[in-house]
């Protein structure tokens, strides 16, 4: 299941915007990767917010009140993508992001949003004090046992 990380200039996303991308942005994902949308998967399935004080693009900090950058991280077990989930979580988080945007063209700009997807090799994933692997985390997803 996702841990997504997104990250944003701080004090770039108001309270309706930061809503909208945190009440949909696991959900896509978690679609793109083929789980089950279930309370089971949806409680093993994270977001977190960061936002950053000081935001460089080539070696020039942003200018305040510019339109916010983006960079969406987005960790999964290895083995559970493939090239067409890859391509589809970037097209969801893009169009999550484009969504809450006043300027939704802006999207299509590479500099605007970056989507990393990082995989996260078996065995290199913790919870409960112990390792978690991918027969535990489907587990978790069909039985329903967190």
């Known amino acids: 299941m996702p841990f997504v990380e997104l990250f944003v200039p701080k004090g770039s996303l108001d309270q309706e915007s930061r809503e909208a991308i945190g009440g949909r942005l696991v959900s896509e994902v978690m679609l793109a990767e083929g789980a089950p949308d279930t309370e089971a998967a949806r409680s093993i399935s994270w977001l977190v917010v960061n936002e950053i004080d000081a935001w460089f693009v080539g070696g020039r900090r942003l200018p305040a009140g510019e339109k916010p950058k983006y960079v969406v991280r987005v960790g ?36 605007t949003a970056w989507v990393h997807i ?11 004090g112990e390792i978690v692997r991918i027969e535990d985390i489907m587990a978790v997803v069909a039985g329903g046992r967190a």
Do not use: C, H, Y
Request: glycine share 6%.
């Open 118 to 128: 990082n995989e996260v090799p078996e065995g290199n994933w913790g919870a409960r």
């Open 76 to 111: 999964v077990p290895a083995g559970s993508m493939n090239d067409d989930k890859r391509a589809d979580i970037v097209r969801r988080v893009t169009k999550v992001l484009a969504d809450a945007d006043d300027d939704p063209a802006r999207f299509t700009q590479a500099a």
